[in-house]
Nanobody, 120 residues
Framework: QVQLVESGGGLVQPGGSLRLSCAAS????????MGWYRQAPGKQRELVAE???????NYADSVKGRVTISRDNAKKTVNLEMNSLKPEDTAVYYC??????????????WGQGTQVTVSS
């Protein structure tokens, strides 16, 4: 069974920084795209950033220049460095991974989410 476990959320003041980490475990053959999404109260879940297995990245316009996504393929981890945080960054952040568990099966998996609150 595949699990994605996030860590690193919490309360931070505006302008502060936070690092989120996510580790994938279980019967995994390969991981394609890994990413971070977020969902604020009353809003739809949205992409924050994603990274392919060869390191290509994609960022939401709202976080460009403030956020860096990285991954370690050997450790099956993905990290999100967030700087210059704003109150509007407050949300539950979810790790996601598109991964292959058998020769014929590839699917999207999600973590349980970690709360990020930006407030003074």
């Amino acid at each position: 069974q595949v699990q994605l476990v996030e860590s690193g959320g919490g309360l931070v003041q505006p302008g502060g920084s936070l690092r989120l980490s996510c580790a994938a475990s279980g019967r995994i053959i390969s991981i394609n795209i890994m990413g971070w999404y977020r969902q604020a109260p009353g809003k739809q879940r949205e992409l924050v950033a994603e990274i392919t297995s060869d390191g290509s990245t994609n960022y939401a316009d709202s976080v460009k220049g403030r956020v860096t996504i990285s991954r370690d393929n050997a450790k099956k981890t993905v990290n999100l460095e967030m700087n210059s945080l704003k109150p509007e960054d407050t949300a539950v952040y979810y790790c996601s991974a598109n991964l292959r568990t058998t020769a014929l099966r590839r699917a999207d998996y999600w973590g349980q989410g970690t709360q990020v609150t930006v407030s003074s």
